[in-house]
């Protein structure tokens, strides 16, 4: 139960955000994390009609973070919310992985 609690106590209570402020290809400028994201930390854009795309931080320019999408930016523009999706991943291996394909997502 101690465990739990512990895992509980970890959880975020709130979850920053930015807005998209600009987009170059695939490379999405961030402004509005400063201070609370950092170089492969995980966060997600909302884009029109809800669609969610989940990005890594790769780097910071001008006081905004530098964001590589994992899909399509299809629906993603200027202003679109940015949330903070976690901290660090959790991941408990098992024995029972061995010889398996594990999805990274």
Known sequence: MESLTAELERLATHH???RVAGIQGLLVEVAGLHG???IGSRC?????R????ACEVVGFRDGHALAMPFSSLDGVGLGAKTVVTGADPVVHPHSSWLGRIVNAF
């Open 50 to 53: 809800g669609s969610r795309t």
């Open 44 to 48: 997600e854009i909302v884009g029109r």
């Open 16 to 18: 920053p955000f930015g």
């Open 36 to 38: 609370s994201v950092s």
